[in-house]
Nanobody, 123 residues
Framework: QVQLIESGGGLVQAGGSLRLSCAAS????????MGWFRQAPGKEREFVAA????????NYADSAKGRFTISRDNAKNTVYLQMNSLKPEDTAVYYC????????????????WGQGTQVTVSS
């Protein structure tokens, strides 16, 4: 069983940066692939980025490439999403997702989800 708690969201101006964190409980965190998704008002949840349990493989949505970086610290049971050059269209609730398989996380079918953290980017 894995519990996920996101933090780091907030209000930022366009062009600014935020770093989201997802802290996981459970002894097997290091064996889980992790991912970030987001959901804007009136839209479906969409994939943002994912990272393998070893950290050597990453996957990004086109909208995140070149601006966002996913990383993890298995010693701290935490995965991060560094978001730079933020745009108003990045405004959404950001969710953390975990599963034993990276492809399952990328598909949004991971077993575990956090409660989300709000990111608002003003123009």
């Amino acid at each position: 069983q894995v519990q996920l708690i996101e933090s780091g969201g907030g209000l930022v101006q366009a062009g600014g940066s935020l770093r989201l964190s997802c802290a996981a409980s459970g002894r097997t965190f290091s064996s889980y692939a992790m991912g970030w998704f987001r959901q804007a008002p009136g839209k479906e949840r969409e994939f943002v980025a994912a990272i393998s349990w070893t950290g050597d493989r990453t996957n990004y949505a086109d909208s995140a490439k070149g601006r966002f970086t996913i990383s993890r610290d298995n010693a701290k049971n935490t995965v991060y999403l560094q978001m730079n050059s933020l745009k108003p269209e990045d405004t959404a609730v950001y969710y953390c997702n975990a599963d034993s398989a990276l492809r399952t996380v990328v598909a949004g079918r991971g077993d575990y989800w956090g409660q989300g953290t709000q990111v608002t980017v003003s123009s």
